[in-house]
Nanobody, 116 residues
Framework: QVQLVESGGGLVQPGGSLRLACAES????????MAWYRQAPGKQREWVAA???????NYADSVKGRFTISRDNAKRTVYLQMNSLKPDDTAVYYC??????????WGQGTQVTVSS
């Protein structure tokens, strides 16, 4: 069974930075595609970034140039570095793992609030 635990959320002022982490317990991390999603109040969950195993990162247009997804396979952890944060970035951020056999696993989410 795969479990994902996010951390690193919090309250930050506009223009500030946060680094989210998502630690995986399982056996599939190194070959899986890892992704970050977010859900703002009253809105649908939206994709933010993805990083396939051995592949290149992709980003939503809304975060391109500001967010960076990375992974450490030895630590079984995926990160989301968020810079130049805006109030519109306020949301619960979730990590998702898609295994090689096509199963998706989700973390419980971590709250990011951008406010002065």
């Amino acid at each position: 069974q795969v479990q994902l635990v996010e951390s690193g959320g919090g309250l930050v002022q506009p223009g500030g930075s946060l680094r989210l982490a998502c630690a995986e317990s399982g056996i599939s991390f190194s070959l899986a595609t890892m992704a970050w999603y977010r859900q703002a109040p009253g809105k649908q969950r939206e994709w933010v970034a993805a990083l396939p195993s051995g592949g290149s990162a992709n980003y939503a247009d809304s975060v391109k140039g500001r967010f960076t997804i990375s992974r450490d396979n030895a630590k079984r952890t995926v990160y989301l570095q968020m810079n130049s944060l805006k109030p519109d970035d306020t949301a619960v951020y979730y990590c998702k793992e898609r295994t090689t056999w096509g199963t998706d696993y989700w973390g419980q989410g971590t709250q990011v609030t951008v406010s002065s």
